[in-house]
């Protein structure tokens, strides 16, 4: 590892005691302004491989660059298909965008938005479209709409709840598979019209509604036929006596969704009704056939019925948080991190709520760990959707008023702070980063392996008078169940209550 000469990490000692935290301060996060201006934005993303440029999905029916090398938003949409989109409601309007994996060569990319057909019940549309400029399609600037194919459109009985997201599943067998995430058609409680009173649309499997669904966008392969016009089921899909394209089921209006890029865990944040807010985990190995609860359950506590409301199956959300006690109103679902720039919440999943609340924690596959808050560092209010660029690193939106145009979207960045504060008494891999001296906040703090181990570039090391422990030569720090050991051979000093000492 590298390192400058001279550079000083403090870690503050105060108070310690054995299985107590080392410090009272975390690594911060901060934000910086990208573009401003835009129609309420939704959604940000990029192509596979284009790490030069942002497309913003804008609610009203726009696609729009933003290049990052000057941050400057291209004043043509990339996509302009407000003629079809209905946004007059709240929740409607073009809602979720994801590029082919193979869009270099393709050009395609598919988008989820509510189109009124001129009756009195909106629909919602899986649509695909194609880039201009091919054969390479990699730097393409624009669409046409009349490229538009239809993949799949089903009825949206009320406004709201309309999911929205789109998402390739991580995969290297070059197959596409596409997922889509709706709502349970709106309303209040699952029961209004066009609901399935009896059960619910989400435990409904004769409906698109409510669900996640899984389908093959390229046609010909092992599923050939077995889908509508311009797609396939995948045959892995599970056969769960209804619609083949269902791969999981019982969510209320999951927004948003996303895969971990390394594993393909998929994570499901699920706005609740009046209660319960949450995040489902469905591990990257899995089957599919997940029934989520809805409307059987909110959360962790039953809905409709009352009570006896698990009939066995379910699977419970990863985290869930309450309105009453810790403010909730409606989740806002991230990602998974998997950029460079914040090491220190690698592999960790960040949420936020339009209430302001903005936590990251990490999964362990049974619940969630290493619980952080960031609500002071990121302000988030009427935020609309996180995103990723080309290289993981995490954005979201303010979507400002709607129809108006102030909207604005934001980069999630390290705080710029030479004192770096690590709580040893949190799990997981303290590191380095051999790029970056440990005192920039550029490096990782906290990552996602256990045992615990930071390498420090220095000079020497000293313990001060006032129990603030200098270090500026190589030393390693290990965290071992709960004790601090500190040294070049992680041996020369150690935790105790009351501080550091040598050891013999």
């Keep these: ?21 080392l410090v009272t301060q975390a690594v911060e996060l901060d934000r910086t302004l990208i573009a401003s201006g835009l129609s309420s934005p939704v959604f940000v993303t990029a192509p596979p491989g284009d790490t030069d440029r942002l497309f913003v999905v804008e609610q009203p029916g726009y696609i729009k660059i933003i290049n990052l090398s000057d941050n400057s938003v291209v004043s043509t949409p990339f996509l302009d298909i407000n003629i079809p989109v209905d946004s007059s409601s709240n929740e409607q309007g073009l809602l979720g965008l994801a ?12 988008v989820y938005y509510t189109h009124h057909d001129g009756g009195f019940v909106d629909e919602t549309r899986i649509s695909r479209f194609q880039a201009t400029g091919g054969p390479d399609y990699s730097t ?15 009825s949206q009985p009320q406004g709201n ?6 998402a390739f599943e991580p995969r290297d067998d070059g197959k596409a598979y596409l997922y889509i995430a709706s709502g349970d058609g709106g309303g209040t409680g699952d029961n ?56 999981a089921y019982g969510v209320r209006n999951p927004f948003r969704m996303s895969f971990d890029s390394e594993n393909a865990d998929l994570y499901i944040a699920d706005v609740g009704q009046a209660d319960w807010e949450e995040v489902n985990h469905q591990p990257g190995d899995s089957l599919g056939g997940e029934n989520y609860g809805w409307r059987l359950v909110e959360g962790p506590e039953c809905f409709n019925p009352s009570s006896n409301c698990d009939p066995g199956g379910l699977t419970d959300p990863i985290y869930s948080y309450d309105h009453d ?17 914040i090491p220190f919440i690698e592999g960790h999943y960040i949420f936020a709520d339009i209430s302001g609340i903005v936590k990251t924690f990490l999964s362990d596959g049974n619940g969630a760990t ?9 302000p988030t209010s009427n935020i609309s959707s996180f995103g990723v660029d080309g290289e993981e690193e995490l954005y979201y939106m303010i979507r400002g008023s709607q129809g108006g145009s102030t909207g604005k979207v934001y980069k999630i960045i390290p705080t710029d702070n030479d004192t770096i ?35 420090i570039e220095g000079l020497s090391s000293q313990i001060s008078s006032d129990e603030t422990l200098v270090i500026d030569r190589p030393m390693i720090i290990t965290a071992v169940n709960g004790a601090i050991e500190v040294g070049a051979n992680s041996i020369d000093f150690i935790q105790n209550a009351d501080g550091f000492t040598t050891r013999p």
């Design 161 to 166: 709840h309309n999911g929205g997201m789109l």
């Design 192 to 247: 209004d019209s066009g609901h399935n009173t009896t059960i619910g649309n989400g435990q409904d499997l004769n409906t698109y509604l409510g669900k996640i669904l899984r389908i093959d966008v390229d046609e010909g392969g092992e599923g050939a036929g077995t889908g509508q016009s311009h797609y396939d089921i995948p045959p892995s899909n599970p056969d769960l006596g209804g619609l083949d394209e269902i791969w």
């Design 1 to 21: 590892m590298t390192g400058s000469v001279g550079h000083i990490i403090r870690v503050c000692c105060c108070g310690v005691l054995f299985g107590y935290s």
């Design 421 to 455: 504060y690590v709580d040893f008494s949190a799990t997981g891999v303290m590191k380095g980063n051999e790029n970056n001296p440990f005192n920039s906040l550029d490096v990782a703090v906290r990552s996602v392996s256990t045992g615990g181990l930071v390498e």
């Design 99 to 110: 590029f082919h994996p193979d869009y270099a060569t393709n050009g395609y990319f598919y």
């Design 140 to 154: 393409s600037t624009s669409a046409l709409a009349n490229t538009e194919t239809i993949l799949l459109d089903f």
């Design 370 to 378: 290493l619980i952080q808050d960031w609500a002071s560092e990121l």
């Design 325 to 341: 006690n810790d403010g909730g109103r409606a989740i806002i679902g991230g990602y998974v991190y998997r950029g460079s720039a």
